[in-house]
């Protein structure tokens, strides 16, 4: 097993597990108040993001929801309004001993985008009442009221929460932001606000998150497990050959042989005639014997042992430990997959208090109440920041910090040298669906903010009778909303 180990190329699955806690397990979160915070006039040098032009709100003074949806759903319709990658929706709501304050902040990046962000507020009104008929609202388009709503630096301790939220119950029942708000009630004057940060992403950013996340899953995948086998074997052959062989020739041979020739011959002169005549007889005998022996003598053993043992066994070797972190690879892949579609989000809480316990507290409360079922892809972490001259204890980032808040945008800190500085936000990538189950509104009452559940209905009572209808008794109502141009006649 030990010469097997020794094939695999330990190096590149150290490098790609290192990759993989950086990015799915976000090691550096751990180190966060060790990183320096990147300077946010130097990030926004170019003037892209201002109050009077990139910024605005609307205010949320009564909530209505119908009982038979869903209100996360209902909220996942307003962000997809704005999943484009060129957006970020913040909900803010402030808690004070007396009352609750609830806005949704709607922000574009860019220069001179004032018409384009007035467009984006009356969208985001529209939205919330299209989804959430009956609904109040107030738009905030001033800039001395944004200022107002968004100054953060009265606040000492600011802390952030990331964590993947999910559904725990069923309809997301036990885990409202109601919980937070009537569970920790602050003391007089001692108010805290919570802002719930989402920056779109767009589809070109989403396939390149993906293509890294496959790219880390293809190089583990071969070290998930492998299999080798080990045996022996042994083979011995003896042969021996022996030729022995006999041969004997006889040959015996008897010639005869007798001839007869005869010969007549004439001649003719004047006068006489000759007439001659001879003959003669011959004969042979002839006798031959001949014998030839030999001797060749062929014997033949040939004998072939083979003596061996053979023995192979086959060996299945698994890494629980890829196994673990290829599931989870495998599900925060599928989990971009569908959240592209609905929209992806860069997400992050922040908590702004005056006592640095009770940011600390709220920001864990937060983390309990959304951590669901399907939470445990990545891990949830809380790291707080105090203001200079507060406490001993203090972070030299903590203004940069309050200043990318209060623009609405996610702190970024630096890690590594001049040479290999890397970026970095405290954030979840987040699908709209995963959202709704936090950034949306409670489902009971809170002190300044009543939250109501009605049923719609036919909102045009009328006849079939065809009579004049000429006595008024009133006006239609939808949703615990008063519609002013909807007169109710019956004759």
């Known amino acids: 097993m030990s010469d097997v180990d020794k094939t695999l190329n330990e190096d590149v699955l150290v490098d790609n597990l290192g990759k993989i806690a950086f990015t799915l397990d976000k090691a550096y979160l751990q180190k966060l108040d060790e990183y320096t915070t990147f300077p ?64 949704f902040i709607i922000k574009n990046e860019g220069i001179n985008k004032n018409e384009k962000s007035l467009a984006n507020m009356e969208v985001l009104d529209a939205s919330i009442k299209g989804n959430f008929p009956g609904s109040e609202t107030e738009s905030i388009g001033d800039v001395d009221k944004l200022s107002a709503l968004l100054n953060f630096n009265t606040y000492s301790s600011v802390a952030a929460m ?24 602050p003391q007089k004057d001692d108010e805290y606000m919570i802002l719930f940060m989402a920056e779109s992403l767009s589809n070109d950013a989403v396939r390149e998150i993906l293509s890294g996340y496959e790219d880390l899953a293809t190089a583990i995948a071969p070290y998930l497990q492998h299999q080798f086998q080990s045996g022996s074997n042994r083979l011995e052959t003896e042969g021996e050959t022996k030729s022995i062989a006999n041969s004997e020739t006889i040959s015996k041979t008897i010639t005869k042989t007798h001839s007869i020739n005869v010969n007549v011959s004439a001649g003719a ?10 003959a003669g007889y011959g004969y042979s005998w002839g006798h031959s014997d001949g014998k030839s022996k030999g001797e060749t003598k062929s014997e033949g053993t040939n004998r072939s042992i083979a003596l061996g043992s053979s023995e192979s066994n086959t060996y299945t070797y698994k890494s629980y430990m890829v196994a673990n972190i290829a599931e989870k690879l495998e599900r925060t892949m599928k989990r971009i ?43 949830a972490f809380v790291h707080e920041w105090r203001k200079s001259g507060s406490d001993d204890d203090v972070s030299d980032s903590y203004d940069d910090i309050i200043k990318y808040i209060e623009n609405v945008t996610h702190p970024i800190f630096v890690s590594g040298d001049k040479i290999n500085q ?9 699908a709209a669906d995963e959202l709704g189950y936090v950034v949306s509104f409670p489902r ?48």
């Open 162 to 185: 990331t964590n993947i939220p999910s559904e725990f119950s069923e309809d997301h029942i036990t885990q409202g932001i109601d919980k937070v708000l009537n569970g920790i009630v």
């Open 444 to 491: 009971k009452s809170l002190q300044g903010l009543p939250v109501l559940q009605g049923v719609q209905f036919g909102r045009e009572p009328h006849t079939l009778l065809g009579s004049d209808l000429d006595t008024e008794i009133g006006n239609g109502y939808h949703m615990y909303e008063k519609i002013e141009a909807q007169a109710i006649n019956i004759s």
């Open 422 to 430: 890397v970026l970095l936000t405290p954030t979840s990538l987040v």
């Open 40 to 103: 946010f006039d130097e990030y926004n040098k170019d003037e892209i993001i201002s109050l009077d032009s990139n910024i605005r709100a609307v205010r949320v003074k009564k909530w209505v929801f119908d009982k038979n949806e869903k209100p996360g759903e209902c909220f996942k319709n307003v962000l997809n309004t704005f999943s484009d990658g060129d957006h970020t929706i913040a909900l803010l709501v402030k808690r004070t001993a007396i009352t609750t304050e609830m806005y």
């Open 269 to 278: 002169s004047v006068g006489v005639v000759k007439v001659g005549a001879s």
């Open 337 to 379: 997959l569908e959240g592209q579609s609905t929209g992806l989000w860069k997400y992050a809480v922040y908590v702004l208090s005056n006592d640095s316990m009770g940011s600390i507290n709220i920001a864990n409360y937060l983390r309990a109440i959304t951590q669901g079922k399907e939470s445990y892809t990545e891990p």
